[in-house]
Nanobody
């Protein structure tokens, strides 16, 4: 079992920045694909960014050039730096851990709210 706890959400004006952080209950980065997803009201959950066990990254087109995913292996943390935020980035952001080899091992955090509004 893996517990994921997100933090760092809040209210920010358009053009501003926020940094989200996800702490995993144990060291998993070597075996898991880590990612950030978001879900806006009335919409499906969508991928924001992922980082593979080899540190390869993948971003949704809507956030490329604005968001950066990173991790600290020593602290078991996964971060999402969000710059140039737009109102359409408003959503609940979730941290995810998915085993890179074995299916059925897929974990979610409780989510953190990000609101971009003036």
């Amino acid at each position: 079992q893996v517990q994921l706890v997100e933090s760092g959400g809040g209210l920010v004006q358009p053009g501003g920045s926020l940094r989200l952080s996800c702490v995993a209950s144990r060291s998993i980065f070597r075996l898991y694909v880590m990612g950030w997803y978001r879900q806006a009201p009335g919409k499906q959950r969508e991928l924001v960014a992922t980082m593979g066990s080899g540190a390869s990254t993948n971003y949704a087109d809507s956030v490329k050039g604005r968001f950066t995913i990173s991790r600290d292996n020593a602290k078991n943390t996964l971060d999402l730096q969000m710059n140039s935020l737009k109102p359409e980035d408003t959503a609940v952001y979730y941290c995810n851990a998915r085993h890179s080899v074995v299916s059925g091992y897929n974990y979610w955090g409780q989510g953190t709210q990000v609101t971009v509004s003036s």
